[in-house]
């Protein structure tokens, strides 16, 4: 079974600038997470969709948005980048949602903004 | 809100030392607790977890159980190996917050030969 890919790996943008990522979750999951790492925040919680609709929001500016389509994909979006934006986004897929289910995560995509 | 801590690193250790990491966690409600592990380059890997108190998770001669007396979820190898050398995040997952999981800092291990 194919794991959880993420679009595209590697993503060097300019300050103002926008960026689309985008997370294919493992066949027959529908719930995808979003997660930032940074060196100085650590991993911080983005959004999670299930069956296309938000469940859930962590604590970011509007500037990051996201959305799912109907075969579970799903994107995320970061209008006018800050320099701070630079980080590794990782994408999250699980089965049915819920605490005790196991999350996989992709590869991420890493993003320098310049 | 929820949080967790886990000791700080790098820990440094020669193979086939015995590996403690500490993991305490604060949590509203009855959270489930993971291990998980990031080499290099990578995204996370799920090492293990437990969804209830006093249960223990187990994978790869990692362990770490489920303390609801002292909110601890301290993971445990009796003898590691280069090949261990990671990133182990230790996280939690509220029940009344879908998936989300809260992560620790992470703890950087280096094993070495």
């Known amino acids: 079974k194919a794991g959880v890919t993420q679009t595209p790996r590697y993503l060097i943008k300019t300050r103002g600038q926008q960026v689309t990522l985008s997370c294919s979750p493992i066949s027959g999951h529908r719930s995808v997470s979003w997660y930032q790492q940074t060196p100085g925040q650590g991993l911080q919680f983005l959004f999670e969709?299930?069956?296309?609709?938000?469940?859930n929001k962590g604590n970011f500016p509007g500037r990051f948005s996201g959305r799912q389509f109907s075969n579970s994909r799903s994107e995320m979006n970061v209008s006018t980048l800050e320099l701070g934006d630079s980080a590794l986004y990782l994408c999250?897929?699980?089965?049915?949602?819920?605490?005790?289910?196991?999350?996989?995560f992709g590869p991420g995509t890493r993003l320098t903004v310049t | 809100g929820d949080s967790v801590t886990q000791m700080e690193g790098p820990v440094t250790l020669s193979e086939e030392a015995f590996l403690t990491i500490n993991c305490t966690y604060t949590?509203?409600?009855?959270?489930?607790l993971f291990w998980y592990v990031q080499y290099p380059g990578e995204g996370l890997q799920l090492l293990l977890k437990?969804?209830?108190?006093?249960d223990k998770g187990s994978n790869k001669g990692f362990e770490a159980t489920y303390r609801k007396e002292t909110t601890s979820f301290h993971l445990e190898k009796g003898s590691v190996q280069v090949s261990d050398s990671a990133v182990y995040f230790c996280a939690l997952s509220d029940q009344n917050a879908g998936n989300m999981l809260t992560f620790g800092g992470g703890t950087r291990l280096m094993v070495k030969p």
């Open positions: 437990a969804t209830k108190a006093d």
């Open positions: 969709y299930f069956s296309e609709t938000q469940r």
């Open positions: 949590a509203t409600g009855y959270p489930s």
């Open positions: 999250a897929s699980s089965f049915p949602p819920g605490p005790s289910y196991e999350q996989y």
